[in-house]
């Protein structure tokens, strides 16, 4: 594995550990505003990440296929969609801003469950970006180094406001700096791990490419819709997440054209 694709898979953990450091440099929680204008941000960034970083070229891969090409993006965004819906009723797990958990009953600290949460928003897209660096190493013509890369920086632009929201509610709860700090960073290592375990898989069944990447996309979008979208619209003056997700949106479009 070359170093640019190891730093490729880095990219994302190292946005989330920079926005959990906030937490050293800010005194007082994020306003209910600003997080719901991060959340919005980082949900538009996902919704074109899954469309074109994962379903587009998994659709161009399937050409042959003719106009049953949608059909293994059709497949694979379906089971991602249900792999997450299954972690989502096995782990217990608090999302931030509310008072009861979801999954399994369990005698878990709060914190943890906030971090369990968020990790669970985390792993979707570290399997994202290991199954576009997997396809960039099998040498798939549909998939380019600009736009793995592309993809792993648009994941970690959006990486770094959610450590900041995880961080600093986690220390106005009375958690000293340094344990939010850790509980930030804990929260985004699953994205590294679970690109490497993807790039493994995926390196035995290359055929299956075009299923991996809209399982990915089925996994990021799962996500934005039960936790991020809710999120983002919550409260009053929710207009701010909007604006933000339309933000994210054209970003994360503009670096994958670019880039790509």
């Known amino acids: 594995m070359g170093t640019g694709i190891v730093s490729g898979l880095m990219i994302p953990f190292i946005g989330t550990s920079l926005g959990a450091a906030c937490v050293f440099f800010m005194k007082k929680e994020l306003k209910a505003g600003i997080q719901r204008a991060l959340t919005g941000f980082a949900a538009g960034v996902m919704v074109a990440a899954s469309i074109w970083s994962l379903i587009i070229p998994a659709m161009e891969q399937c050409a042959d296929m003719g106009r049953l090409s949608f059909l293994p993006s059709f497949a694979g965004f379906w089971l991602g969609i249900l792999f997450l819906l299954l972690l989502d009723s096995l782990i217990p797990h608090l999302h931030l801003n ?32 290991g199954v576009v660096y997997a396809g960039l190493m099998s040498g798939n013509a549909m998939i380019t180094s600009g736009g793995a890369l592309a993809l792993a920086l648009g994941i970690a632009i959006q990486n770094f406001p959610e450590g900041a929201i995880i961080s600093m509610p986690l220390c106005a709860e009375g958690n000293g700096k ?58 009053e003056h929710s207009n701010i997440g909007v604006v933000m997700f339309a933000l994210g949106f054209t970003l994360m479009m503009a670096l994958d054209v670019a880039l790509g």
């Open 178 to 235: 340094v344990k939010a700090f850790i509980y930030g960073v804990l929260s985004g290592a699953v994205e590294p791990v679970g690109a490497a375990l993807t790039m493994v898989a995926a390196g035995f069944i290359v055929p299956a490419m075009p299923y991996l990447l809209s399982f990915a996309a089925g996994a990021m979008m799962y996500v934005v819709v039960e936790e991020l979208i809710p999120e983002m619209s919550a409260g």
């Open 98 to 129: 509310t008072e009861k958990a979801e999954g399994p009953k369990a005698s878990l600290k709060k914190t943890t469950m906030l971090v369990l949460a968020v990790t669970l928003h985390n792993l979707p897209e570290g399997m994202a970006v």
